[in-house]
């Protein structure tokens, strides 16, 4: 079955005497783990199927097998899914908080655009948006604060550091698969560059500093810390494993809830230098106890073949990417894609929307991002939970339909403060839950892998975690192409009536309605899976 798809996806057939020694051995050792109860069938699979020399690969003892952590529960796993979370929340947490804006930011930009629309009877001008997250609190602080003040490149540094933390997933991956050794160390690396990164900015005084420091150094070092937990964690959970990836990426919305309020007090207070020397101390307390729990379930020498011997593909070597250009993953990516392209945009427009359109206070403004962030926690984790139970495409329906009819509803037909409020909890349940479907697009690209043929590139065993830090690149081209286009489709506040024709009901004669519809189409779209897997085509 899909749902006891081994961590690590690794299948060789064997015939003839190969095959009955594997059965065997699977037998023999899975006898041996239940008089432990520590490891399970699933151990016997993935190491078996891991080394494709047996002459290469020193072959594991009985003893090997039932001194393994259990998988799915026991104190190891939820240590290990703990340390995940609070990596998760701290180092994309940070990057979140470049989509919450300050209650005295907005209060500037929409007095700004009234006193625009008064004197020239145009629409909204955004000054300060360029591509998603390239404002938030730290921008918002470098501009209007000396020495940077008057930059126009502000905006640089949260557009440098999302495209590395997004795009750089498969690089950094298969060095983690080929240096498995030196790859357990990676979360201790990551975070020392992370920290240092956060106090050299604190020395800046040029924004170049800062793109160097805080855009890319930082960005470099969070992908290092975080990626080997998307690594490890297929090693840990197997019938739980969406459920734990939806807990793990919880971490960020409730990051996002909390992070910006005590950054934004820190900045108020003692000012950039200070804030980031604390963040960086801050950081380093909070995740350095627990970078020890991020570790391999299994050890290196049967993981991977011996650290050397093993295969291309589990080390995420170029023979492991045939999967990259198979119609499934081109099929699933492309619906990726255009999801990320809307996702970015409520998290950026609505404080700005409640403020501007429904007269909105900066606080009650605020709360929008505060709510959406709150619903996407549960989101995560409920999303996680079905996907162990239900097909892929199931869930990114359920997805779907929930940020489709709340866009173009919620949103769409809202003209008072609480409507908004209730689209900020359903976009946030169920948009900032599509991404907890992807392990069920790993665990189809792994099975379609190993059944071979055209639909799975050809055939050959599927790395998981590839399809991830290629689904993670897919989902940053989004996120980058989206920025220009919001910017479009904001200019001039189409449908508001503003040349003369007739204005557009609720949301959609704000000003905001071709955001708003642009947003809903790619969530609908972003479900097209759904419709390709009835026409056959998955």
């Known amino acids: 079955m899909a749902l006891e798809t081994p961590p690590i996806e690794l299948r060789h057939t064997r015939a003839g005497q190969a095959g009955a020694e594997s059965s065997a051995s699977v037998s023999a050792s899975a006898s041996a783990s239940a008089s432990v109860g520590e490891a399970t069938a699933s151990d016997i699979r993935i190491i078996e199927d891991g080394s494709q020399h047996e002459e290469e690969t020193p072959r594991p003892t009985r003893h090997e097998f039932s001194s393994l952590p259990p998988v799915d529960g026991g104190k190891d796993a939820w240590l290990f899914l703990a ?48 591509f998603p997250f390239s404002f938030g609190l730290f921008q918002n602080y470098y501009s209007t604060n000396p020495p940077f003040a008057g930059s126009s490149s502000i ?104 992070l910006p309020l005590l950054l934004e007090h820190l900045l108020s207070t003692y000012g950039f230098q200070t804030t980031l020397r604390l963040w960086a101390c801050l950081l380093f307390v909070l995740t350095a106890p627990l970078a020890v729990f991020i570790k391999p379930r299994l050890p290196s020498t049967t993981a991977t073949g011996g650290g050397g011997g093993g295969s291309q593909t589990r080390l995420g070597g170029l023979g492991g990417l045939h999967f990259v250009v198979s119609r499934p993953f081109l099929l699933y990516q492309l619906a990726n894609i255009v999801e990320a392209a809307g996702f970015f945009l409520p998290g950026i427009y609505l404080p700005m929307y409640a403020r501007a359109q429904l007269n909105a206070g900066a606080i009650p403004a605020a709360l929008t991002l505060l709510l959406l962030n709150v619903a996407s926690v549960f989101g ?31 949103w769409g037909l809202s003209t008072t403060l609480p409507v908004l409020y209730l689209f900020c909890i359903v976009y946030g349940l169920f948009a900032g839950s599509f991404t907890s479907a992807w392990p069920g697009i790993m665990r189809e690209m792994a099975r379609l892998g190993r059944s071979g043929g055209e639909d799975g590139g050809g055939g050959g065993s599927v790395d998981p975690t590839m399809v991830f830090a290629f689904l993670a690149l897919g989902r940053g081209v989004g996120n980058l192409v989206s920025g220009p286009l919001s910017e479009a489709l904001v200019r001039g506040l189409p449908w508001d009536g503003g040349s003369g024709g007739s204005r557009a009901f609720g949301g959609y004669g704000s000003g905001y309605g071709g955001l708003i519809a642009f947003t809903g189409a790619t969530a609908f779209l972003g479900g097209g899976s759904w419709i390709w897997r009835r026409l056959g085509w998955l």
């Not at 995560?380 to 097909?391: Q, T």
């Open 155 to 258: 905006a640089v540094i949260g557009t440098c550091a999302m495209g590395i933390m997004y795009l750089d997933g498969p690089l950094i991956m298969s060095l983690l698969r080929r240096f498995p050794r030196q790859g357990r160390w990676s979360p201790i690396l990551g975070l020392l560059i992370m920290c240092t990164a956060l106090a050299a900015s604190s020395f800046a005084t040029s924004v170049t500093h800062l793109i160097i420091t805080q855009g890319i150094l930082y960005a470099i070092g969070g992908s290092i810390a975080y990626l080997p937990c998307i690594v490890y964690l297929d090693e840990w959970f197997v019938r739980r494993k969406g459920l734990a990836y939806g807990i793990m990426w919880s971490g960020t919305g409730l990051a996002g809830v909390v």
């Open 83 to 130: 340390a995940c979370f609070m990596v998760e929340a701290l180092v994309w947490g940070v990057y979140l908080t470049n989509l919450t804006v300050s209650p005295l930011f907005l209060l500037g930009v929409c007095q700004q655009n009234k006193k625009k629309r008064k004197k020239k009877g145009k629409g909204l001008t955004i000054t300060y948006i360029g």
């Open 380 to 410: 995560c984790v409920v999303m996680g939970s079905l996907i162990d139970r239900l097909h892929v495409t199931t869930c990114i329906l359920i997805s779907t339909i929930g940020t489709t009819v709340g866009t173009f509803l919620l």
